[in-house]
């Protein structure tokens, strides 16, 4: 299919080795790829702006950039430590989807551990493009509403508290798991480092992926090999 473009991006924060490991991942995607860092990566077509500082309103203005680049119906917003199975792009919203965690949904979160996200992540949308250039671009002009509590508003997230019009969403399941990587001690919202030694799940089998500590081996998670059963 190519109604779709995959939408990078990354900061750059994270060790190379394990941004490295983690687009392995898209070696046989079939989409087209944009992506927008803040230092030069050869992915897709890449949009280098610069190294101008770490916040969720500058993540916004990279999905923004990324999204205007596309020329495709639908996008889909891929985060620089999410490990995402091929399933998951098959998604197609009507509106705007968004593939996460509802009691069955199908992403895991947390310190690699299978964990209810009942919130909406901009890591796990699959939208109409004009559409989400639209809501972002609003988001981004919302006077105030990068300050807490209100700091963080997924399109269908607090849109009435930030004085933006309420966005009907959809949920999507792919098939495999999305592993969204939340605590490896690089993220903006979850800097707490993992603590696998003290889990009991880090056994644990995922479906298309495997047991959770040779998935964090596999794509060089930040102290991986300090984790024992």
Known sequence: ?????????????????????????????????????????KFGQNICIGNF???????????????????????????????YPPSYFECRPTGISYNHNKYD?????????????????????????ELLIKLISERIATRGAWTRPYHSFEPGRRDIKIGLEPVAYEDCQSQESVIDIIGHGYNICANGKLSINKSPNILSEVPYWGKFNDVAKKYKVPGWEKWKP
């Open 1 to 41: 299919m190519d109604d779709l473009t995959l939408i990078y991006y990354t900061d750059n924060s994270i060790p190379d080795d394990f941004s490295e490991a983690v687009r392995g991942i898209y070696v046989d995607c079939k989409y087209s790829i944009v992506s927008v860092s803040h230092k030069p990566i």
């Open 53 to 83: 500082g770490r916040s969720l309103k500058n993540i916004y203005l990279q999905i923004l950039i990324g999204l205007q680049l596309a020329n495709t119906e639908y996008v889909a917003l891929c985060e620089h430590d999410v490990l």
């Open 105 to 129: 949904m199908n992403v895991w979160l947390g310190h690699f551990t299978p964990t209810s996200n009942t919130g909406l992540a901009m890591s796990q949308c699959i939208g109409k493009r």
